[in-house]
């Protein structure tokens, strides 16, 4: 079965724009917005078809990323979510709506990988049952790195119980349409991030599993946007 990847940008993006104009998703990173840069790593991975979140407010990232054309087909959902859990579980729902299964390529927006990271995450990732398997990263510097503890590739602790932990999340998983069956739970008991409905899922026996995978950037502050164009010059020099 083909590949099919979702994209969460409805986040508000307040700490990187900084009383900026600018959308998160269109924030330039060595000549190319953030979102442009998610995509072409998701196509690097093969997908046919990719489902992106977008606030009421940003449609202006969607005509941005339409001007061109792209190797995969491109479903939008436009909705103010109340939290990043909440954008995960949309696009997730979208992309099982037809009964596919998964796995499902999930990135955020914000994800600043060097060529060919995910499409290798994905070809390792296949090997792995996991409900939820996520590519992790030794290198962070975020505010607040959502920390892993691993036994083998077996995701164990998840969040402030992983600390002190050699691994955070780098951003981008591979999720089975399985989760769902917490959905509807976690939006009843006010789950209100990705990192909590992660936590609760581990908590609750679902399978986590972690891939070590190159260095990436979050680019969630002004300052990372530096970061981020020189750990480009350095990955592709």
């Known amino acids: 079965m083909s590949l099919r990847a979702g994209v969460i940008a409805a986040g508000r993006g307040d700490r990187l724009r900084n009383g900026a104009q600018t959308l998160k998703p269109l924030v330039q990173i060595g000549g190319r917005t953030l979102v442009?840069?998610?995509l072409t790593s998701i196509g690097e991975a093969g997908a046919s078809e990719v489902v992106i979140i977008i606030n009421e407010d940003?449609?202006?990232?969607?005509?941005?990323?339409?001007?061109?054309?792209?190797?995969?087909a491109?479903?939008?959902?436009?909705?103010?979510?109340?939290?990043?859990?909440?954008?995960?579980?949309?696009?997730?729902?979208?992309?099982?709506?037809?009964?596919?299964?998964?796995p499902f390529l999930i990135s955020t927006v914000d994800t600043v990988a060097s060529p060919g990271a995910y499409?290798?995450?994905?070809?390792?990732?296949?090997?792995?049952?996991?409900?939820v398997t996520l590519a992790l990263t030794t290198s962070f510097?975020?505010?607040?790195?959502?920390?892993?503890?691993?036994e083998g590739s077996t995701v164990i602790a998840?969040?402030?119980?992983?600390?002190?932990?050699?691994?955070?999340?780098?951003?981008?998983?591979?999720v089975r349409a399985s989760i769902l069956d917490e959905a509807d739970?976690?939006?009843?008991?006010?789950?209100?991030?990705l990192r909590g409905f992660l936590a609760r899922l581990l908590a609750n026996?679902?399978?986590?599993?972690?891939?070590?995978?190159?260095?990436?950037?979050?680019?969630?502050?002004?300052?990372?946007?530096?970061?981020?164009?020189?750990?480009?010059?350095?990955?592709?020099?």
């Open 74 to 102: 491109l479903r939008w959902i436009v909705e103010t979510t109340p939290s990043s859990m909440h954008s995960f579980l949309r696009v997730v729902e979208a992309l099982a709506d037809a009964g596919d299964p998964g």
């Open 36 to 38: 442009e840069r998610v």
């Open 158 to 174: 998840i969040g402030d119980a992983a600390a002190p932990a050699a691994y955070a999340t780098a951003g981008y998983y591979a």
């Open 58 to 72: 940003s449609l202006e990232v969607r005509d941005h990323v339409s001007r061109r054309g792209w190797p995969f």
């Open 141 to 150: 510097d975020a505010e607040r790195p959502l920390l892993v503890r691993l």
């Open 119 to 131: 499409a290798r995450f994905v070809d390792a990732a296949r090997a792995h049952d996991a409900e």
């Open 205 to 237: 026996g679902h399978r986590l599993d972690g891939i070590v995978s190159p260095a990436s950037i979050d680019v969630d502050r002004p300052l990372d946007v530096e970061a981020a164009e020189e750990f480009l010059r350095r990955v592709t020099s």
């Open 185 to 193: 739970a976690a939006r009843r008991d006010g789950v209100s991030a």
